[in-house]
């Protein structure tokens, strides 16, 4: 059956994580273009477009959190689905063994990471027959942070900023650009979104993914949305969300609007909100041997580069003005930075997330914490050659931050930790946290996970391996690691100063 199969989907796994389709290449090349260098936009922006060209020379993932792996499959009619879904489910294996996908199942009751990215609902398949003599493929791989920024209204509803959205298209405007405000940077923007009018809550979200899978340049065939699409793209625009929520011209690079039907007493809005790391890509294979005969997305061409290549090696775009720091790091250090400084550190630095943070609510650490740098991040480690000798880390971008709210200014003030780092921003509990303890946290580039691992000199250890490899602490050697402050030891945050503004622009474009 299909020997070529399995080979093809591990190869579509690879490339989707690895490499960008052209137009969302395009798209991020454009936002580039509009920023200028020496803005915390620009920077972001160089440093995205860094990461793309590493993770695609090295066949590396893009970001670290290669998401919920989500396969569209078109058979033709009398193919054997089972015998395909258990192929796919072990290419899901090898290309998590190979490195390719981050272990991301999760069990929900216990905690436990299957390892494979196998398990109850992972990944996701879609099957459909059609009356063609080929198989198509289609592959998304959609990360947590923009995941958790999806957003769901049931019209009529009252928005902040917006005042009421009816039952019409003018609603549906208004949800839409009051989610890619909501999102803020913590889906990483410039971000691109999917949209549902109408369905059931289930469908609605399913279809709003669905139309992930439309290229960013294409026109809406549906003339009532595709005025739509272009209008909400324009004003989304004007927000100033911008890059990472740093504030800028570019804060959506896709608008992609469906329609369903609806029953007559609901009328949803179901708005899925992708980050940058777009990561989109199919294959048509041929039905007897499984062999890839085209791509999709890629126009048969290899991906350009979006810098060149001395840029690439240039590593983070200094202006002269980044200030250098060694960890352990004092309170005197912290309380001179502020918001908007650009940081670069090197020493010791320990990655926690959602594990580690309620580990620590409850326990001692391990290490000695005073002093330290904790990062939001679950890399991608592997072990190094000959096995077992230790440990290399692939991929290492920043996490959602607004997680660790609940825990974050507790664990501060009890361990002495000084920076926090990690990506979107955090609340008002750590906020007043950071002025009391004499802390700061910094805005890394989310998703920029080969930029970021080209920043690790080596790893020295790692605990809680009990957690799974995303959710272990790593304790790993760090030089000229870039981030900027964005909420600092004096009460000021960048994010609320940024949502304060975008909030006020929201509020211009309420038209009724
Ligand atoms: S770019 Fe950001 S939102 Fe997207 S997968 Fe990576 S960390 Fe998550």
Not at 12 to 24: C, E, Q, W
Not at 236 to 262: D, E, H, Q, Y
Request: overall charge negative.
């Amino acid at each position: 059956m299909l020997p070529a199969f399995f080979d093809s989907i591990v190869e579509l796994i690879t490339k989707t994580s690895a490499d960008l389709p052209p137009d969302v290449r395009a798209a991020m090349a454009s936002a580039l273009a509009s920023e200028a260098p020496a803005t915390r936009a620009g920077q972001a922006l160089t440093i995205i477009a860094q990461n793309i060209d590493q993770a695609e020379s090295c066949e590396a993932p893009i970001c670290q959190d290669t998401g919920m792996p989500t396969f569209e499959v078109h058979v033709p009619v009398g193919a054997n689905q089972i015998w395909m879904r258990a192929k796919i489910r072990e290419a899901v294996a090898e290309a998590t063994e190979r490195g390719k996908l981050r272990p991301n199942s999760v069990d929900s009751i216990t905690g436990e990471n299957s390892g494979t990215n196998l398990g109850p609902g992972t990944p996701i398949m879609h099957f459909d027959q059609w009356e063609r003599d080929e198989v198509e493929v289609r592959l998304i791989l959609k990360g947590g942070g923009c995941e958790n920024t999806n957003a769901q209204y049931a019209l009529p509803a009252e928005l902040e900023h917006l005042g009421r959205a009816d039952r019409s298209l003018e609603g549906v405007r208004k949800c839409v650009l009051h989610a890619v405000w909501k999102a803020q940077g913590k889906g990483c923007s410039p971000g691109a979104v999917g949209v549902c009018v109408g369905g059931d809550r289930t469908s609605g979200y399913l279809h709003a993914k669905e139309q992930l899978f439309r290229t960013l340049e294409d026109t809406n065939p549906d003339p009532r949305l595709a005025p739509l699409e272009a209008s909400i793209m324009d004003e989304a625009n004007r927000l100033t969300v911008g890059p990472m929520g740093f504030s800028g011209k570019t804060s959506l690079i896709g608008c992609k609007i469906g329609a369903l039907n609806r029953l007559p007493a609901s009328f949803f809005v179901s708005v899925a909100y992708n980050c940058w790391a777009f990561r989109r890509l199919g294959v048509r294979l041929d039905s007897t041997t499984g062999a890839i005969t085209s791509w999709m997305y890629r126009d048969g061409e290899k991906s350009k580069p979006m810098l060149a290549p001395e840029l690439v090696a240039a590593g983070f775009p200094r202006t002269g003005r980044e200030i250098s720091l060694q960890a352990p790091i004092t309170e005197a250090q912290i309380r001179e930075l502020k918001v908007g400084d650009v940081v670069l550190i090197s020493g010791r630095m320990y990655t926690g997330r959602d594990a580690v943070h309620a580990h620590l609510m409850k326990h001692d650490p391990e290490v000695d914490l005073t002093g330290a740098v904790l990062y939001h991040c679950g890399p991608v480690v592997k072990k190094q050659e000959p096995a077992g000798e230790g440990w290399e880390v692939t991929a290492a971008g920043p996490t959602t931050s607004i997680r660790e709210e609940p825990y974050q200014a507790d664990i501060i003030r009890k361990f002495g930790v000084r920076v926090v780092i990690g990506k979107g921003g955090m609340g008002a509990t750590t906020l007043a946290g950071l002025q009391e303890s004499g802390a700061v946290y910094l805005n890394a580039v989310g998703g920029a996970a080969q930029f970021y691992a080209r920043c690790i000199e080596r790893v020295e250890g790692v605990s809680h391996m009990e957690f799974g490899t995303p959710e272990a602490m790593w304790h790993l050697q760090v030089r000229d690691f870039p981030a900027i402050v964005t909420m600092d030891s004096h009460g000021n945050s960048l994010h609320k100063d940024v949502e304060d503004e975008s909030a006020k622009v929201l509020a211009g474009l309420r038209r009724i």
